[in-house]
């Protein structure tokens, strides 16, 4: 009889059309954070043809699922992201996650009951901007995985496993002031747009003064109406970001004493606000990596000889930071545009792209197969999942 490795890896080939076609569905859609209906309901849709168990929605998010099969007692997780970015559509390739998914997904339930599996498509909304995983985790959606893991399309000309990503931490200040006509009684003004311009010069003097790890941006939401009012409202939008998570909340408070500064200087009260939640640095288990590594090497990949990446976020990093998980990227061949831009977009329904799902979900299926096999590690794992503490109970950071 055929190994499980086999019968995996060509129940993902049968579909390999289908998974295409997916892909390529998925991309036409193109709907962005929270707005994933469509996208969410043709995910489903294949999902239920190949007899997994559909619970739609979760979370208390109207465009997130989970899609089930098999009884036993090592939980896989297996997440698709499927949003899009605006304007530029899927131009990170969440069409080729949230394929490569349901790719692994249907090749491990070729070899759930002999394994052991039970094997869970978790359907996220909102990596872009949103968090997604973020809420789902802290709604109780991992609690019961043994593992988690997806894979993340790019173009690094060959296939980085152990991949790093960035925590982020995404706020907004409103500086408030007092109006007053510009010409007439300037000094009856409170000016809400100079205690932004204070806050931006010292965060542009922070800059030289932080690690090389670390990243700020920021942009004036609404700095006023008119040339001929003080403006009384000023909205900026900000974000930290840094492998490292303690790193991350000092970056933060020196960021926000900036901005403070701005307050002080003229005189205007100031509030800050999250926007969105918060990014856990990603941590890759190696007890994973190793397997989808060697997986990679069988489907005849290059294995990228590098540390991490060298910036970019994911709400996957707060998943990581619950349960063992990996997040490796596998590469788009022949594209030459980076992420985040209209050519990545195009190159996300190339054949290159098109590989890159089947690819990823055939390594994604033998990762776990490896996992589920060894006998130790198998065990090791899911006395880890037994004696985890819920994320709903609270988990530090």
């Given amino acids: 009889m055929p190994s499980p490795h086999h019968r995996a890896t060509q129940s993902v080939l049968q579909i390999r059309e289908r998974l295409t076609r997916l892909s390529h ?11 994933e209906h469509r996208s969410a309901a043709r995910l489903r849709d294949e999902l239920a043809d190949a007899g997994f168990a559909i619970t739609a929605p979760v979370a208390d ?32 390739g969440h069409n080729v996650i949230a394929t490569a998914a349901v790719g692994a997904a249907i090749g491990l339930a070729a070899v759930a009951d002999e394994l052991g599996l039970t094997v869970e498509v978790v359907g ?27 894979v993340h399309p790019g173009t690094v000309d060959a296939d980085p496993v152990e991949t790093a990503s960035q925590g982020v931490a995404r706020f907004a200040v409103t500086f408030t002031g007092r109006a007053a006509h510009a010409a007439a009684a300037p000094t009856d003004g409170v000016n809400a747009a100079d205690a932004a311009v204070v806050a931006q010069v010292a965060v ?30 000023t909205v900026v939008d900000v974000e930290v970001r840094d492998f490292d998570l303690e790193a991350l909340h000092s970056l933060r408070r020196r960021v926000e004493d900036c901005f403070s500064a701005g307050a002080l200087a003229t005189g205007c009260q100031m509030q800050v606000e999250e926007t969105e939640p918060l990014y856990a640095p990603l941590r890759q288990d190696p007890r994973l990596a190793g397997p989808y590594r060697d997986a990679v090497r069988a489907l005849g990949r290059r294995l990228a ?48 792209g098109d590989a890159a799902a089947v690819d990823g979900a055939i390594a994604m299926a033998q990762t776990i197969i490896e996992a589920a096999s060894d006998a130790d ?11 985890r503490t819920p994320f709903t109970e609270g988990v530090p950071a």
Avoid: W
Avoid at 25 to 34: M, P, Q
Avoid at 136 to 149: K, N, S
Avoid at 214 to 219: D, H, P, Q, T, V
């Fill in 25 to 35: 569905d998925i991309h036409g859609l193109a709907e962005t954070s929270f707005e």
């Fill in 204 to 233: 542009g003097l922070l800059r030289q003064q932080v690690p090389a790890s670390s990243r700020i941006g920021l942009f004036v939401r609404d700095g006023g109406q008119a040339t001929n009012i003080i403006p009384e409202r």
């Fill in 305 to 352: 000889d590098t540390g991490g990446l060298t910036g970019g976020s994911t709400d996957m990093g707060n998943v990581s930071q619950h349960v063992p998980a990996i997040h490796p990227m596998i590469d788009v061949d022949g594209s030459g545009a980076p992420p985040h831009t209209r050519g990545f977009a195009d190159d996300a329904v190339s054949p290159g």
């Fill in 124 to 150: 996220t909304p909102a990596e872009e901007h949103g968090g997604g995983k973020v809420l789902m985790l802290e709604r109780g959606c991992f609690d019961h995985h043994t593992v988690a893991l997806m």
């Fill in 377 to 387: 590690l198998r065990a090791e794992l899911i006395a880890e999942q037994t004696t």
């Fill in 61 to 92: 998010l109207p465009t997130a699922f989970t899609a089930r099969y098999g009884t036993g007692d090592f939980v896989v997780g297996i997440c698709a992201e499927y949003d899009a970015l605006p304007e530029i559509g899927h131009a990170c």
